[in-house]
């Protein structure tokens, strides 16, 4: 019933968001911010600026917008060396057979994801070729949870969004998609991703005629 499938990357393709963490920690332990994995969850699917703005915001200081762009840069390096060694390798289980099942039921790929590195990091799992349209993050203005990214996705896959099925692994990403008003499957957990119409644990999992 669907005519496109619009993928998230981080949390549903590949794990970066552990890359996200290991680079926010030092940063934020640097402003003498404390910083764990509980926190790291509220950060999945929020752009970089946004990201630094809630961890900024346990700071006593107040930082200008020179200071706040300086260390953004600073975790974005940090994250770009980690991701420098990604491969195929870090493609999470069910990834590449969700795509190759939805090239054969004759649907069209996308992928929205807020993430300006989400070029470098399709290229370096080696799928760039599996997506009829990546969104550049560079050019929304609204991360999510605005639906912006995952309306911009379906006019240029040239599908109706109520034809869309969008796959998010985060709460923000998840109302995004509902936002949109597209079919939302939420891959984690379903006391977490309560906007989800069905949330399943990962892609091995997925099977497009259940939806
Ligand atoms: P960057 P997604 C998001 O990607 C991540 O979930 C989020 O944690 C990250 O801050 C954001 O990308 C921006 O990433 O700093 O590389 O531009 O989940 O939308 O694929
Ligand atoms: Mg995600």
Known sequence: RFKAVIFDLDGVITDTAHYHYLAWKQLAESQGVHFDQAFNENLKG???????????????RRYTQEEKLALADEKNRHYQELISTMSSADLLPG???ALDSVRRAGLRIGLASVSKNAFTVLEHLGITDKFDYVVD???????KPDPEIFLKAASELGVAPADCLGVEDAVAGVAAIKAAGMFALGIGH??????????????????LAAY
């Not at 929020?46 to 006593?60: E, K, Q, T, V, W």
């Not at 993050?137 to 991360?143: D, V």
């Not at 379903?190 to 099977?207: G, M, W, Y």
């Open 190 to 207: 379903p006391f977490v991703l309560t906007e989800a119409d069905v949330v399943i644990t990962s892609l091995q999992e997925f099977n």
């Open 95 to 97: 990834a590449v057979a």
């Open 46 to 60: 929020i752009d970089r600026m946004g990201s630094l703005d809630l961890i900024l915001a346990s700071s006593p």
């Open 137 to 143: 993050a560079a050019k929304i203005a609204r991360g």
